[in-house]
């Protein structure tokens, strides 16, 4: 297991950017894969992002495509995720978790769970 904390969210107008951080501590943080995902009010937990345990391999879901970027630094044991031109249907607590790989945190499946950050996006 690794301790997930995430930060940076709060209030943005629409076509605001904002940065999500995602802090790990307790075990070997370079080892896990990491996904975003996001809940938003009245609807299931979402898939956002996957990036491998190098940084190498990234996914989006369809609807972040192009706007948003996840990234990780190992050194730091902090992933990211960049959000630029965020629209009010990204109204939504956004989670990060942590996995043994792709298949766990594709499925969110036996992953390390951070609190939550709240982004809401104005019109």
Excluded: H
């Excluded at 501590?25 to 992002?49: L, M």
């Excluded at 609807?63 to 730091?76: A, C, M, P, Q």
Aim: with cysteine; net charge neutral.
């Amino acid at each position: 297991q690794v301790t997930l904390v995430e930060s940076g969210g709060g209030l943005v107008q629409a076509g605001g950017s904002l940065r999500l951080v995602c802090a790990a501590s307790g075990r070997d943080f370079s080892s896990f894969a990491v996904g975003w995902f996001r809940q938003a009010p009245g609807k299931e937990r979402e898939f956002v992002a996957f990036i491998n345990w190098s940084g190498g391999t990234e996914e989006y879901a369809n609807s972040v495509k192009g706007r948003f970027t996840i990234s990780r630094d190992n050194t730091l044991n902090a992933a990211y995720l960049q959000m630029n031109s965020l629209q009010p249907e990204d109204t939504a607590v956004y989670y990060c978790g942590a996995g043994s790989d792709y298949g766990a945190v594709r499925n969110a499946v036996r992953l390390s769970w951070g609190q939550g950050t709240q982004v809401t996006v104005s019109s």
